[in-house]
């Protein structure tokens, strides 16, 4: 893929020269190209106005969450798919509508469940039977009412990484349809005064590539529907089906366009509406990944470079799995490029290794780059999602800064942590 360039040779992000950025904030450094963001968000949004559809577009905030990445995803019209009290708290600080929030969790604590009642979230995504109870016991204290989705896992095994299926029988994730918790939840609520049922989620996995598993899922959803509205009267004004639409990592990645998924999703809730006489549901998606991750590069300093003839060359940047945990987690793959150098011939095969003190600290094993020197600037492509989110203090390392470019303008907004901000909740300790 050929990316943006300018009269010297160097990388631009939204306009803005990397190395620019890079001597003005520092490295590391996370980079969100903003018109990017916008333009993915719209993909969603538009496709559905365009088929007629009511629908919410929820930006799931666990893939980055701040407060000016909540203000982008308010200003492009999304709701909010909050999992804990730090994502509902961030929402709050940038004014974005409560009403307009999905609380998720496998395990939600009273806390959150009474944060989210008392602030009128729009709705609570219910995850087990544990969780009904706890709801039921706090509206009752409070007085109040809320609308809720129950959480169901089709059996649907999506084409992805084991570590992030969700939507196969055995998840920590949902009520099962196949074994009966699904009905008897729904049996639960049914006609309860306090907790109105709106309708069902589920989700089926991340980073998919295909449509197959979302339609199989909608088929399975409407399978317990038909079932569940001629033996209890239940009609769904809601039908959410998640996210996990695939972005390109690298060349390798073949994800659709993101207004194919949307197609393909309304085309089939349409089909199975109409054949089992259902009213058309409202249609929910909670997009998190496919709208902020190939708008976010990070941006490093390389610094030793280990030779190891015949065998393998190690160049070090100053950063690694402290701000991208997922090729350690996930053997994730990346593509990068030597910022300063982006029109320089490639002239040798190098492995991007992380400052942790870890063997398994790679960030890419076989990268093509010019002939790279110390000093030079590395870009880390499609950083945008679970990078911040993931970012840890493994090695005291203090967490990177990141910057929103926009309009050939750049904006701080997210500091870089100080060595004094990884200790200030550490305590001395006294005897006696």
């Known amino acids: 893929m050929r990316r943006p360039t300018n009269e010297r040779g160097h990388l631009t992000i939204g306009g803005i020269d990397a190395t620019v950025l890079a001597d003005t904030y520092g490295t590391p450094l996370y980079v969100y190209d903003v018109e990017k963001i916008r333009e993915n968000a719209r993909s969603f949004v538009r496709t559905f106005e365009a088929l007629d559809v009511k629908a919410q577009v929820a930006y ?124 008897a939840a729904l049996k639960q609520l049914l006609h309860h005064d306090q907790i109105l049922l709106k309708g069902l989620h589920c989700h089926i996995g991340s980073q998919i590539f295909e449509t197959d598993g979302f339609i199989m899922a909608v088929r399975k959803l409407f399978d317990a529907l038909e079932g569940w509205r001629d033996e209890h009267g239940f009609i769904p004004e809601v039908m ?20 194919m998924y949307v197609n393909e999703l309304v085309k089939e809730v349409k089909r199975q509406a109409y054949d089992r006489d259902f009213e058309l549901p409202e249609i929910w998606i909670e997009p998190g990944r496919s709208i ?58 190098v492995s991007i290794a992380g400052k942790c003190c870890e063997s ?47 309009n050939g303008e750049h904006q701080l907004v997210i500091q870089r942590e100080s060595y004094q901000d990884t200790t200030r909740f550490d305590l001395p300790y006294t005897r006696g």
């Open 360 to 406: 398994g600290d790679m960030l890419i094993w076989d990268l093509e780059v010019p002939e790279i020197q110390s000093g030079d600037l590395l870009a880390t492509f499609s950083t945008g999602a679970y990078g911040y989110s993931m970012a840890n203090h493994y090695n005291r390392f203090p967490k990177a800064a990141v910057v929103f470019v926009e």
């Open 292 to 349: 902020v991750g190939d708008a976010g590069v990070t941006l490093y300093s390389v610094g030793s470079i280990k030779r190891i003839p015949d065998v393998r060359t190690y160049i070090a940047v100053n950063g690694g799995m402290t701000d991208n945990l997922r090729p350690a987690l996930y053997n994730a793959k990346y593509a990068a490029a030597v910022a300063n150098r982006m029109n320089e011939p490639l002239c040798e095969t």
């Open 60 to 183: 799931a905030s666990k893939a980055f969450s701040s407060i000016a990445m909540l203000q982008v995803a308010k200003e492009e019209g999304l709701s909010l798919d909050v999992v804990s009290q730090g994502e509902m708290y961030t929402a709050i600080e940038a004014d974005f509508p409560p009403e307009k929030m999905h609380l998720h969790g496998n395990n939600k604590s009273v806390e959150e469940l009474e944060m989210a009642i008392d602030m009128g979230i729009g709705c609570i995504v219910v995850d087990n039977f544990y969780e009904l109870d706890l709801l039921e016991a706090l509206l009752k204290e409070k007085e109040k009412r809320i609308d809720v989705l129950l959480r169901v896992t089709p059996g649907i095994e999506a084409h992805t990484h084991d570590y992030i299926l969700t939507g196969q029988e055995d998840s920590k994730f949902g009520f099962d349809l196949s074994n009966g918790q699904a009905e």
């Open 240 to 259: 959410n089906l998640g996210g996990g639409f695939g972005i390109r990592y690298t060349s390798e990645d073949e994800p659709l366009p993101l207004n």
